[in-house]
Every structure is written in C-alpha cells, then in structure tokens.
C-alpha cells in the first residue's frame, strides 16, 4: 500500500489524534499536579540554646569557629530519627525530637527544647582535658557493615580541628 491509500491516511490521521490526545492528558496531569495548593508552613518547633560566651566575640560563631551541621538520623534503630549535634563545649549531643519538653528556660512562644538522650565529650581523656584542637569540623553517619547484616551497628565519625 502507498501512503497516498485512503486507508493509510486515515489510519495516519487517527494515529496523529490518538497521540495528540494521550500528550493532552499527560500535560493537563501535570499541571494539577504542579496546582495542587499544597503549601507548606515552616514552623519553628524547637531549639537547640547555645553558649554564646564560649565564642572569641561573645555573640556568635566566625568562620574559623564554626561547627558541623546537625545529623538528623535514626541513630539507635528503633525507627524514630534522633538529633545528633556537636557543640563548642566540645561534645556531641544526641537529642530526641520525638519528646520534647515545653516551657523550660530559653523557649519562647511554644517553642520546645529537645530531651537529651546521650552526650560525650571530644576531649582527650587523661591530657588535662585540652581543648586545642579539639573542635569538630565535620560529621558524618554510616555503616560499615554490608546491608546484607540484618544486625548492622551504625557509627557516628568526628573530624577534629587537629584531624585525631
């Protein structure tokens, strides 16, 4: 058959249709997707207090004194994400945002401070506690164990200013 058969034609032009209509649906598809109204309010529900005291400037961190981002994992497990935060002190602190606790000193405006579940120090034991270099600068979350462990223990990795 050549393409100049009534049959082809037609056939070609219902093709043409289909097509246009399938590329209709999928573009009207996504654009209810995209108008939804799905707007999301950020609200702050909890706060961490910080020593400003233990910066050079009393107020707040410069850029040699800046700490790591707070990890937000499920640390322990138990399939509820814990908070885990290095300080200034030096120290790490895993915090449980699952239980937090209103009206204590530092929240405002419903505001909740975080339980904590768990801290450690950075510093060295049995140096006198020295504090040089002791600062973490990077954090990081993982496992070591292949996932194919059923059992496998997550481990909290704390890079220093000294690198130890």
């Known amino acids: 058959r050549s393409s100049s058969d009534p049959h082809v034609l037609t056939h070609l032009r219902s093709m043409r249709d289909r097509d246009a209509g399938v590329l209709l ?6 654009f209810l997707a995209l108008e939804s109204g799905n707007d999301y309010d950020v609200k702050k529900r909890w706060v961490l207090e910080l020593k400003p005291t233990l910066y050079k400037n009393g107020r707040f961190a410069t850029d040699e004194e ?3 981002k707070p990890i937000v994992d499920d640390l322990d497990g138990d399939g509820l994400n814990e908070v885990l935060v290095a300080t200034r002190e030096p120290k790490l602190k895993i915090l449980d945002p699952q239980h937090p606790v209103s009206g204590l000193h530092g929240a405002k405006n419903g505001e ?4 904590m579940k768990a801290e450690t120090t950075l510093l060295s034991k049995g140096v006198g506690n020295v504090r040089s ?4 600068v990077a954090m990081a979350v ?3 164990d292949p996932a194919t462990d059923k059992h496998r223990k997550k481990f909290v990795v704390v890079l220093t200013h000294d690198w130890t």
Request: charged fraction near 15%.
């Open 25 to 30: 649906v999928c573009g009207l598809a996504v």
């Open 66 to 68: 800046r700490l790591p």
């Open 112 to 115: 909740m401070i975080l339980r």
């Open 133 to 136: 270099g002791r600062q973490p």
């Open 142 to 144: 993982g496992y070591l």
